[in-house]
Nanobody, 125 residues
Framework: QVQLAESGGGLVQAGDSLRLSCAAS????????MGWFRQAPGKVREFVAG????????GYADSVKGRFTISRDNAKNTLYLQMNSLKPEETAVYFC??????????????????WGQGTQVTVSS
């Protein structure tokens, strides 16, 4: 079983950048499809970005395309989310998630069995 721990959140101004990290332990991330989700207060958890098991395919929510980049470093067993040009409406808790062995980008939260505890991102206007 893989354990996930996010870090890198914080308070930034609109237009700033942040890089979130998701460190895995217990199992190597190789072979796991990965995803980033976010949840704002009173809203449902939404897909932000995802990657298939070998990193060959990535996908993004329309709202973040061109600004966010998902990547992974298998040597460090870590997933990243580079977020540029952040907007106030993107204030949320950001979560990483893992699912073993999926060859496609999975956008449904309920298909991921493994989750981190989340990291808060606050974007001020």
């Amino acid at each position: 079983q893989v354990q996930l721990a996010e870090s890198g959140g914080g308070l930034v101004q609109a237009g700033d950048s942040l890089r979130l990290s998701c460190a895995a332990s217990g199992r190597a991330l190789v072979g796991y499809a990965m995803g980033w989700f976010r949840q704002a207060p009173g809203k449902v958890r939404e897909f932000v970005a995802g990657m298939n098991w070998n990193g060959g395919s990535t996908g993004y929510a329309d709202s973040v395309k061109g600004r966010f980049t998902i990547s992974r470093d298998n040597a460090k067993n870590t997933l990243y989310l580079q977020m540029n040009s952040l907007k106030p409406e993107e204030t949320a808790v950001y979560f990483c998630a893992a699912r073993f062995g999926t060859d496609t980008v999975v956008i449904q939260a309920n298909r991921y069995p493994y989750w981190g505890q989340g990291t808060q991102v606050t974007v001020s206007s």
